[in-house]
């Protein structure tokens, strides 16, 4: 019989035999009560549970930051058309790999068409005026040419050569090949990486330059940024070049270890909070754009941290305990309330225990352990 049950009983006696021992038959029958403290255990053998002191250690300030991955600005581009049309091959899509040079997608161009069609008559008219300035150079040099018509001849030659170069550029420039006359535009990666973003479907009309959103998006996702949001109240704490740590949901067993890279310096007027940028390596390509990341950003100033084991601390009531030895074979459940791990394993405690306290190393088995003896 346990302590707790053996005072119960002889309280309960004690009552009723005071009841039966009354003289006065009028007075009121004495009731007694008792408080048993439900956070207090007493076991019978102590020795059997390995006890943790609680110490102390100066530790960074740690912030948990929740944050998203994005794609690197810097290794990004956006790819446009600079002439209108009517998309007739649409050959990749959001989410694919693409190599520099790779034809994207295929426009019919009234554009290419007209720039062609220029191109080729500069080409005609340039012809024309170097004919016309042989003949003039064979007249001038027989004495049958004025030299002043002679140099009507040669700005004409000149004006033409120039329209023929105005005109290839504007068929390069729209994505033409002037060599192969040709009404179609082939739009090509100018990079190689993934397709981030995509403002385009099959058959549909692009527009102009000037009021049309990029068609594409690509950008190298061998690095990424990690974007997260911290409270003014912990900016002090946040320095460039700090390292940290990045956990995914996608991937929850694994760390990713980063770099501040910046910190903004305009606040959100909403929620009081300043982005700030973590660079990421990502070699596996693993880390895609739009997934969810905590971080957890460690200041460069020490403060005094309580450390107990991991397993001294159980859940319970979604509130987190210890088990703290108060004699020889009694002990308190204290709650408790965690900060997070060291890197060794041990329990940050924002309050609840003191340095040199001790405490049930492993509180799971103990819990069970004093179940089954109060039963």
């Not at 346990?2 to 009723?16: D, E, M, Q, S």
């Not at 006065?24 to 007493?42: L, M």
């Not at 209108?84 to 990749?92: K, T």
């Amino acid at each position: 019989m346990t302590i707790r049950r053996f005072a119960t009983f002889v309280i309960t006696v004690l009552a009723i035999g005071a009841v039966g021992c009354s003289d006065n038959p009028k007075a009121a029958p004495t009731k007694a009560e008792i408080t048993v403290d439900p956070n207090i255990f007493t076991v019978d053998h102590p020795e059997l549970f390995k006890l943790a002191q609680v110490e102390t250690r100066d530790l960074p300030i740690e912030l948990k930051v929740n944050g998203t991955i994005t794609p690197d600005v810097t290794r990004t581009i956006h790819v446009t058309s600079q002439g209108s049309g009517r998309v007739v091959d649409l050959r990749v899509k959001l989410g694919d790999r693409v190599k520099k040079g790779q034809v994207l997608l295929s426009i019919y161009s009234a554009d290419l068409a007209g720039a062609f069609s220029d191109y080729q008559k500069a080409l005609a008219d340039e012809r024309l005026s170097k004919r016309a300035l042989d003949r003039a150079q064979l007249l001038l040099s027989q004495g049958a040419l004025a030299q002043k018509d002679f140099e009507v001849a040669q700005d004409a030659e000149d004006k033409a050569t120039l329209d023929v170069q105005n005109t290839e550029h504007r068929v390069r420039v729209l994505g033409g090949d002037p060599d192969h006359p040709s009404s179609i535009i082939e739009l090509r990666a100018p990079v190689p990486g993934t397709i981030v973003e995509q403002n385009v479907a099959g058959f549909e009309g692009v527009k102009s330059l000037d009021n049309s959103p990029n068609l594409f998006t690509i950008a190298d996702l061998s690095q990424v940024w990690v974007v997260c949001d911290v409270y003014e109240n912990d900016l002090s704490e946040v320095h460039f070049g700090d390292l940290s740590e990045i956990r995914l949901n996608a991937y929850p067993d694994r760390v990713f270890q980063g770099k501040i890279a910046d910190i903004s310096r305009v606040l959100d007027p909403n929620t009081r909070s300043a982005k700030v940028r973590i660079v990421l390596a990502n070699p596996e390509g693993s880390l895609r754009p739009g997934m969810f990341a905590v971080a957890t950003l460690r200041s460069r100033k020490s403060v005094p941290r309580v450390l107990v084991p991991s397993t001294a601390v159980m859940r319970l009531q979604d509130k987190d305990w210890v088990f703290r030895k108060e004699a020889t074979n009694k002990f308190r459940r204290v709650e408790v309330h965690t900060l997070g791990t060291t890197p060794d394993g041990l329990q940050q405690i924002g309050d609840g225990v003191k340095a040199g306290e001790q405490v049930v190393a492993q509180a799971l088995e103990f819990s069970t352990a004093v179940a089954e003896q109060g039963q």
